[in-house]
């Protein structure tokens, strides 16, 4: 089949609650499904993945029939639980914080989780357009001579930037919002993006680098950085 079904428990062990009742459409390279599959390991809930296609020249192209029909827009990651079908990452983190609470990925106080849903945000529609840039000048284009000089340092600077506010926020905490959350993971994803595509974070941030090596060091993310180092090997030969 086209479409590979496999089945996910979290760090090889037995799943905490039950067995695979959740089917995710996750893509190789998406940053997006890479956050919830990472949210579902550190809940330690099974599920069963379904990879879409994907190629470098066409994208992710065909569209998963199931895909379209759930999201009108065609994009993983989309989430079946039982009855209910979800599309977009951000809504699907919220959903299993609320079915299933423990361990818990926001804050508990109004304030502070809102606070850090922003930051989950920002980690997509900030960061990671800036990252975009970088794909599309590195990683679509295999020459250098190829590539927009101008665009790639535009994105670098302000990928920079970016960091530069996150060192400050770092100052007196060990994660984004205190404890982990899902704003870490989106972060340390994109970060992991951006540095294989030549903006890795600076010498100067030593709190961001602290908190990047504390992410990584966490089961899940070694587990899903390893599994998209695979897929951009794969995808490079």
């Not at 989780?113 to 922003?118: E, F, K, N, V």
């Not at 535009?154 to 982990?180: K, M, P, S, V």
Request: proline residues 7%; contains cysteine; neutral net charge.
């Amino acid at each position: 089949s086209r479409y590979v079904n496999a089945y996910r428990g979290y760090a090889g062990r037995e799943p905490a609650q039950g067995g695979p009742h959740m089917k995710l459409y996750s893509g190789p390279l998406s940053l997006f499904t890479a956050k919830v599959r990472v949210a579902l390991d550190e809940k330690r809930l099974a599920y069963e993945l379904v990879s879409v296609p994907f190629s470098r020249s066409g994208g992710y192209q065909p569209k998963h029939p199931d895909v379209l029909a759930i999201n009108p827009k065609g994009q993983v990651p989309v989430l079946v639980d039982g009855p209910l079908a979800l599309f977009d990452s951000t809504i699907i983190l919220e959903y299993l914080e609320d079915r299933y609470p423990t361990p818990h990925l926001y804050p508990q106080g109004v304030a502070e989780r809102a606070r850090c849903r922003q930051l989950e945000a920002a980690a997509d529609e900030i960061l990671f357009p800036l990252v975009f840039e970088l794909i599309a000048e590195v990683f679509y284009k295999s020459a250098a001579g190829e590539r927009d000089a101008q665009r790639v340092a535009r994105a670098r600077a302000g990928i920079t930037q970016h960091y530069d506010a996150l060192e400050r926020r770092l100052d007196e905490r060990l994660y984004l919002c205190g404890d982990f959350s899902v704003a870490d993971v989106g972060y340390a994803l994109t970060a992991t993006f951006a540095a294989n595509l030549g903006a890795p974070l600076a010498d100067d941030q030593p709190r961001l680098q602290a908190w990047y090596g504390r992410v990584l060091s966490r089961p899940s993310v070694t587990k899903e950085l390893a599994g998209l180092a695979g897929a951009i090997e794969q995808l490079s030969t």
